[in-house]
């Protein structure tokens, strides 16, 4: 159940049963102790009238509560309801989280929603409890809170990492929200859970070579059960890009570049705290780790709430086979917008190794490089100091490493036609987009209004519903996109004894509402792969004539299709 459902006696009910299942969808804050929790907190529950919920730990902070040094709220999985909703106060939290506000300011904040600062504030406060710079706050003593207990770096690289002016205010902020000095909270967090150290210079399973500025980290992410990491893991690597991403069954890695350099991350099952994946990471600049943490939950699909989507897929016993055989599947997500529209240009009308080969071509010639020239050592064997470390211990795939960075907007520009071996309407398309990015006139981000990202898009030669909607699924984390348009899907729906026609399938899927992207999932995963082929071989390339929808998140009718969505 989304949290915006939530009654506050069902909120009450939820902490009495301590359900771990609820945490990050909202706060309980006590009365009588002036503590706020997350809803499994093992301490005693409180009386119902002791008990005020916020929607977010700003809120609760502005309300003059406390976080508890027990259950430790802040550190719980996030609300699922910022990609479920799509209203303002929802897309500024996404865009919050991405660290708009460090870099850009409220104000930033602000033009990128389409209303002004003052407006936005009010909104926020209204919705949410908290103003943008009071849940930006909230966000920074989080990230502090993560850097303290995870690495042994110096106060002042703590602050600046996590957007704070000055060590000064860091310790104010982290004793007004924890009731505790930074050190006190390294040394509880510690005290938890034996976590590996970093900020001494190396990373002891390997890494790319990121300059001698770079940072590493090891970082536990939570999510909520049950997960499907394999089945994430798969999609990522069947689709992995030569030079910027490896994946195998239970690890992923590639390069990525942020506001303040380039970055490598790895992500595995290794997390060092129950219901949690491990995330490696090396930064150019330590200023990037928020965004970075967001960028990855976002990837791996870690906010959503797997038990309200299992159950509401569970009610057709087709699909509820497929649930019950893989439960708390995931909708992988994007680290960068941009690179996700290229790659669903590119998909278009393809095979996913299809997809993959002209993608690796595309960064070999246009992809910045992260090795030092002339070195030839794989980057995946060294560690922040450039010297060897034992490739085994990485788990790593022979012969394959991360090298480069995805090739930005521009340099895809200045390939023209040559950026794709295909027909030429769709370089044309390509070429296009990618001036459109470079020049600004095109701006994509997790914060879309997801109607007017559809009509952006679709406003391109060569772009269709199919591609816009894909990449609403991928980019916002849209859970409600159903591609009726895509042959596989449809093969996949009459495997599991739902309707094939667009229309049909359209009907009995409004069932599965909010949550169709999911659905997607399951319907690609069930498609033959003879249907698989047939669908390469009948689908066209999407036209702009073609009739837009009214939002991303409506039925897509466009006869288009992949082998599976690139």
């Not at 659905?519 to 792969?529: F, I």
């Not at 249907?531 to 390469?536: L, S, W």
Request: proline letters at 7%; charged letters at 20%; aromatic letters at 6%.
């Amino acid at each position: 159940m989304a949290s915006t459902n939530l009654t506050g006696d069902d909120r009450y009910r939820a902490i009495l049963a301590k359900d771990r299942r609820f945490d990050g969808q909202f706060i309980t804050a006590v009365g009588s102790t002036g503590i706020y929790c997350r809803p499994s907190c093992p301490a005693r529950t409180p009386h119902r009238e002791n008990v005020t919920f916020y929607a977010t730990s700003a809120a609760a902070h502005e309300a003059g509560y406390r976080a508890c040094k027990r259950c430790l709220p802040d550190a719980a999985p996030g609300d699922p309801a910022w990609n479920l909703r799509g209203d303002v106060a929802a897309r500024a939290m996404r865009l919050i989280a991405d660290g708009v506000v460090e870099r850009e300011g409220v104000p930033g904040l602000a033009a990128r929603l389409g209303y002004s600062a003052r407006h936005l504030g009010r909104v926020l406060a209204a919705e949410l409890g908290a103003g943008p710079l009071s849940l930006a706050r909230a966000q920074r003593a989080r990230t502090a809170a993560t850097l303290l207990g995870a690495t042994d770096l110096p106060l002042a690289d703590v602050a600046f990492a996590a957007g704070f002016a000055s060590v000064r205010q860091l310790n104010e902020t982290v004793q007004e929200v924890f009731q505790l000095t930074p050190t006190q909270v390294r040394d509880a967090s510690r005290g938890r859970s034996a976590r590996m150290r970093a900020g001494s210079g190396r990373v002891e399973e390997g890494g790319p070579v990121l300059g001698a500025g770079g940072v590493p980290l090891t970082l536990a992410l939570a999510y909520r059960e049950p997960y499907d990491a394999a089945g994430v893991f798969t999609w990522l690597g069947e689709r992995a890009i030569d030079g910027v991403e490896i994946a195998t069954g239970h690890s992923y890695e590639r390069s990525l570049l942020l506001p303040g350099g380039p970055a490598w991350f790895s992500v595995d099952a290794g997390g060092s705290q129950p219901s949690s994946l491990r995330l490696r990471a090396q930064l150019t600049d330590l200023s990037d780790l928020q965004t970075l943490v967001t960028r990855v939950r976002r990837l791996f699909d870690l906010d959503a709430d797997p038990a309200a989507i299992d159950a509401a897929l569970s009610v057709h016993p087709g699909i509820a086979e497929r649930v019950r055989l893989r439960p708390g599947r995931r909708l992988p997500g994007a680290v960068d917008p941009d690179e996700m529209l290229f790659r669903a240009i590119i998909g278009q009308q393809i095979t996913v190794s299809a997809a993959r080969t002209a993608l690796s071509r595309l960064t070999a010639r246009a992809g910045a490089a992260l090795v030092p020239d002339g070195d030839d050592r794989r980057p995946d064997e060294m560690d922040a100091a450039g010297s060897a470390t034992a490739a085994a211990a990485t788990g790593q795939v022979p012969g394959r490493r991360v090298t480069r960075l995805f090739p930005s907007a521009s340099a895809i520009a200045e390939l023209g036609e040559e950026s794709f071996a295909g027909p030429r309407a769709r370089s044309a398309t390509i070429t296009n987009v990618a001036e459109a990015i470079a020049s600004g006139q095109l701006r994509l981000s997790h914060g879309d209004d997801v109607a007017e990202q559809h009509s952006a898009l679709t406003a391109f030669r060569g772009i269709g519903d199919w591609t816009a909607g894909y990449v609403s699924m991928r980019v916002l984390g849209n859970p409600d996109v159903l591609l009726t348009g895509d042959v596989a899907l449809r093969s996949g729906a009459r495997a599991l004894g739902l309707p094939s026609e667009p229309k049909d399938l359209t009907s009995i899927a409004e069932q599965f509402r909010p949550w169709r992207s999911y659905l997607s999932l399951h319907l690609w995963g069930a498609a033959p792969p003879r249907a698989r082929a047939v669908a390469k071989k009948t689908n066209r390339t999407e036209t702009a004539e073609q009739p837009p929808a009214a939002s991303a998140a409506a039925p897509q009718t466009a006869p288009h299709s992949t082998e599976q969505p690139a």
